[in-house]
């Protein structure tokens, strides 16, 4: 484990339900977008891994929408897999994976977990130092099957600049609980995915100022 940050409640607010799950506000909002983006640029069959899956929300729901895809989901936090496995019982799915232990900022795992043909990571580089975003995505890009797809979505610097009063709130709290972490700027997370040989396919904006990158392993 690389280390545990403790995080200001805004990062990552998650409300016990019944049964062991989860249930975070944000991901109930950001699933719709991320659904439809993921229509559009997920490959539609093979291997799909979810790092920092939190609650199990979204897993549960892409794993629906996208079958074709085996999906691993991984969270660090014990109470949130317990939790990602209680939404994919009750989603009755057979291509969700039990949630596995992943810290996704510690060396390694890329070669343990090879031959991804999606890697998906949603609101977790604003919440970590840049040195673990660099090992993140190193290892992220060395996962990925030729051709493999990684899409990272969140809220970013651009230029230096914060879009909304909200997000120039959040950052300072971030910054406030541990000067190391707080908003990437978007133009060094693209250049961090090309050093690590990957293609970056698309960049779009998306609801509530956050943006959504699509990075491709070349086939050959
Ligand atoms: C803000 S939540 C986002 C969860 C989910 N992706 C979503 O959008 O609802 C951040 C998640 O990252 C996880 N996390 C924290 N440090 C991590 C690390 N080093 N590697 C992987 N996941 C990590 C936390 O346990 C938490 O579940």
């Not at 539609?44 to 199990?56: D, M, N, P």
């Not at 795992?109 to 970590?128: E, K, M, P, S």
């Not at 099957?145 to 600049?161: E, M, N, Q």
């Given at each position: 484990?690389t280390g545990r940050l403790t995080l200001p409640d805004t990062a990552s607010i998650a409300n016990q339900t019944e049964g062991g799950k989860l249930?975070?506000?944000?991901?109930?909002?950001?699933?719709?977008?991320?659904?439809?983006?993921?229509?559009?640029?997920?490959?539609?069959?093979?291997?799909?891994?979810?790092?920092?899956?939190?609650?199990?929300?979204?897993?549960?729901?892409?794993?629906?929408?996208?079958?074709?895809?085996?999906?691993?989901?991984?969270?660090?936090?014990?109470?949130?897999?317990?939790?990602?496995?209680?939404?994919?019982?009750?989603?009755?799915?057979?291509?969700?994976?039990?949630?596995?232990?992943?810290?996704?900022?510690?060396?390694?795992?890329?070669?343990?977990?090879?031959?991804?043909?999606?890697?998906?990571?949603?609101?977790?580089?604003?919440?970590?130092?840049?040195?673990?975003?660099?090992?993140?995505?190193?290892?992220?890009?060395?996962?990925?099957?030729?051709?493999?797809?990684?899409?990272?979505?969140?809220?970013?610097?651009?230029?230096?600049?914060?879009?909304?009063?909200?997000?120039?709130?959040f950052h300072a709290s971030l910054i406030a609980q541990d000067p190391r972490i707080g908003y990437k700027e978007i133009a060094d997370i693209l250049?961090?995915l090309r050093a690590a040989g990957l293609s970056v396919i698309d960049l779009q904006e998306m609801p509530a100022n956050n943006l959504a990158v699509?990075?491709?392993?070349?086939?050959?």
């Amino acid at each position: 484990m690389t280390g545990r940050l403790t995080l200001p409640d805004t990062a990552s607010i998650a409300n016990q339900t019944e049964g062991g799950k989860l249930v975070a506000p944000s991901a109930s909002r950001n699933l719709e977008p991320i659904a439809a983006l993921l229509a559009k640029e997920a490959p539609s069959r093979g291997r799909a891994l979810e790092i920092a899956s939190g609650t199990g929300q979204h897993v549960a729901a892409f794993a629906a929408r996208l079958p074709g895809l085996h999906w691993q989901p991984s969270d660090p936090d014990p109470v949130r897999r317990a939790s990602i496995d209680a939404y994919a019982t009750e989603s009755g799915l057979s291509n969700i994976a039990a949630a596995l232990d992943l810290d996704a900022a510690a060396p390694g795992w890329g070669a343990r977990l090879a031959g991804q043909n999606l890697i998906l990571l949603v609101n977790l580089l604003h919440l970590i130092p840049m040195d673990w975003v660099k090992v993140l995505i190193a290892e992220a890009a060395h996962a990925l099957a030729p051709g493999g797809r990684f899409i990272l979505y969140g809220p970013f610097l651009r230029d230096g600049s914060l879009t909304s009063d909200g997000d120039r709130a959040f950052h300072a709290s971030l910054i406030a609980q541990d000067p190391r972490i707080g908003y990437k700027e978007i133009a060094d997370i693209l250049a961090l995915l090309r050093a690590a040989g990957l293609s970056v396919i698309d960049l779009q904006e998306m609801p509530a100022n956050n943006l959504a990158v699509v990075a491709e392993r070349p086939a050959f």
